[in-house]
């Protein structure tokens, strides 16, 4: 079993940051993907960035690549998303899920994650 608390949303101007945090417990975490993913109203949810849990594999959907990063402590069983130069249609509901070990496009595929957060409001006015 795997549980995940999200935090670090808010209500960010245009052109600001903010960095969401996932704590995880589990005894099965080394053997998981750690993934973002977020739902703003009315669309459908959808993929964020995604890291190993060594670490060693980050992908990032090419709407926030440049602008996000994703990184995790593993001391602290921690997976962090930085977010940065934020604009307006950032703003959603954002997940933490921790998925079954994958490659390329199947980690962005949330089919692929089997345990969820209870997501973290972000809002970016313009």
């Known amino acids: 079993q795997v549980q995940l608390v999200e935090s670090g949303g808010g209500l960010v101007q245009a052109g600001g940051s903010l960095r969401l945090s996932c704590a995880a417990s589990?005894?099965?975490?080394?053997?998981?993907?750690m993934g973002w993913f977020r739902q703003a109203p009315g669309k459908e949810r959808e993929f964020v960035a995604v890291t190993s849990w060594s670490g060693g594999s980050r992908y990032y959907a090419d709407s926030v690549k440049g602008r996000f990063t994703i990184s995790r402590d593993n001391a602290k069983n921690t997976v962090y998303l930085q977010m940065n130069s934020l604009k307006p249609e950032d703003t959603a509901v954002y997940y933490c899920?921790?998925?079954?070990?994958?490659?390329?496009?199947?980690?962005?595929?949330?089919?692929?994650?089997?345990?969820w957060g209870q997501g973290t409001q972000v809002t970016v006015s313009s």
């Open positions: 589990g005894r099965t975490l080394s053997t998981r993907v």
């Open positions: 899920a921790a998925g079954r070990l994958c490659s390329g496009y199947k980690c962005y595929d949330a089919t692929n994650y089997d345990y």
